[in-house]
């Protein structure tokens, strides 16, 4: 049979062509990912070879001065995504355990779906009321308290005037992951078999221990999964933070500071390149992402083992 | 909760004719019980609570904003008028995405369950290129694009603007498709087979038409996500696209809903000024509610009927 449906010598002119079209759509898809790769590795080969691996550690940002350093923004990266993942982790694996274990049936239809609406929300109307709505209200209530509360840390430096930093960046790509983390847990959590929750329960447990000695224990390499691909997504966002994180590209210890992201500075400054120095330097950050990009989807793979987590987030 | 007490809790010798009462190291586990079904359903409510804000947000902020004129003409410098030049904008780049996507996704869905063998090699390779392609950030995608078209061409155009939503709806569109088509019973190709019916007829008069539901709801959250899409039309359409009407995706920058809501946020001095980009947010995201919502419907309404 599949000799036939391949065609193969016996098969028909319309089997072949189909065949053609779908090996052909499939080459596309297949080349596009190569294209990219290629691609963006030309742009940055005069960045890269200017400045090497250095690059990355390089924290100054002047495109006038023909000074390309990731460093900085490699860090702002770094902090609102751990900050996101830090928050919508906990926050949406929690949610998870609640729409597969604890709800009733008839709200586990309701807040399921509205959880996952969250995540269609685009990044543009997130970011923009992120800025308009969500900053303000940071900056006068959220960042004087823990500032107050926590200000011996240096993370938690004084409120500054606009609202607009690595901190508001972090809780709006909180908002953006959860639902990621939350929906993709939910699947792995609906895998665990009736039988081995029933048996514990019949031991005696409660639910909670039923959560963290069956569910979470059989699932965690693939919680931990959905949590890296979570966090894949926030490394990656480029709108929502180019207009909440404030856009400064420089180092400071202090959360509540303006900062800048890889996939935000190139959202901003790719309008206007001052030259082709920068172009290629921010092909170089891209082919960063890229690799960061590639890397997360691989290992959150490797750790999943059995779970097909990516599976469930193209529904 | 109600159980013998256990001998280190109570006594020395329990009394097994008393009333059953928790004591102890139960007490404590049903505590601890309670507590994390408490915090979990808080988690659910934070979650719910986020949507909420959020689109209330944008509907009271936006809702005064819509009205006919709104929508029914043009950008007026950069502040003034209409989004009907975006609203068609958004139309015709989407549109051609879609053109270029999903027809690619569906014929690649069906070359991984109609022709690769679910554990062949170029199953499995393609497949992790989807995947990948998924994870990649947009605004990878948008560069690839410029340096693919937008260089070459010397110009930013509405064209160049689609082909990257294409790739960002690809994925999407393929995996969905390989999803539902996987789905369709093995007893409805048999039958096709055992009636020597050619596999591409059986795939156009049976095969798709039993999953035509999955796949329509696949597309259309494709195109839901490609209509709010930013970075790849930030970078490879104008954000300086004109304020007339662009139907000619090949031509110039056309403008389009998300380039409006930024273009209108860069240049606002004053919060009233950005009521026309709280307006433009609005229809966005009712669109996208309500394509999300629909195909939610289409869904399950599909797998009704595979009874699946």
Known sequence: LPGRARGGPHAGTGDRVLFGLCALASLLAGLTLAGIVYQVITHANPAISRFGLGFVGHTTWAPNFGVFGAGALIYGTLMSSLLALFLAAPLGIAIALYLSMIAPPGVRAVVGPLVELLAAIPSIIIGFWGVVVFAPFLQKHVEPALHSALGFIPLFGPPQTTGLSLFTAGLVLTLMVLPIIASLSRELFLTVPQELKDGAEALGATRWEVIRGVVLATTAPGVAAATLLGLGRALGEAIAVLLVAGELTQIHASLFQPGATMASLIATQFQNPVNSLHLASMFYIALLLLVIGLATSLLARLIAGRFDVQRTLAR | ?308
């Open chain 2, 1 to 308: 909760v109600s159980v013998v007490p256990d001998s280190a809790a109570g006594d020395a010798a329990p009394d097994w004719t008393g009333p059953l009462t928790a004591s102890g190291n139960l007490r404590r586990r049903a505590a601890v019980n309670r507590f994390v079904e408490a915090g979990a359903s808080l988690a659910a409510v934070i979650g719910v609570a986020m949507l909420v804000i959020v689109v209330a947000s944008v509907v009271s902020h936006g809702a005064g904003a819509l009205n006919f004129g709104f929508v029914t003409t043009n950008t007026v410098g950069v502040l003034g008028g209409g989004i009907a030049n975006a609203l068609i904008g958004t139309a015709v780049v989407v549109t051609l995405a879609a053109l270029i996507a999903v027809p690619i996704g569906i014929l690649t869905g069906l070359y991984l369950t109609e022709f690769a063998g679910p554990r062949s090699r170029s199953a499995r390779a393609l497949k992790l290129a989807l995947d990948l392609m998924q994870g990649l950030p947009t605004i990878v995608v948008a560069l690839f694009i410029y340096g693919l078209i937008v260089i070459p061409e010397k110009k930013e155009t509405g064209f160049a603007g689609a082909v990257a939503l294409s790739i960002v709806m690809l994925p999407l569109v393929a995996r969905s498709s390989q999803e539902v088509l996987s789905l369709v019973p093995g007893h409805l190709r048999e039958a096709a087979d055992a009636l020597g019916v050619e596999r591409w007829r059986a795939v156009r008069g049976v095969i798709l038409p039993t999953a035509m539901g999955g796949i329509a709801t696949g597309a259309i959250l494709a195109i839901a996500r490609a209509a709010g899409e930013t970075a790849p039309l930030l970078v490879n359409d104008s954000l300086f696209a004109s304020n007339v009407t662009q139907l000619n995706p090949f031509g110039n920058g056309v403008p389009t809903i998300p380039m409006y809501i930024l273009n209108v946020f860069n240049n606002a001095t004053t919060s009233a000024s950005l009521s026309g980009a709280w307006g433009a947010a609005f229809v966005l995201l009712m669109f996208i509610l309500l394509a999300n919502i629909g195909a939610r419907v289409l869904l399950a309404r599909s797998r009704a009927r595979m009874g699946g």
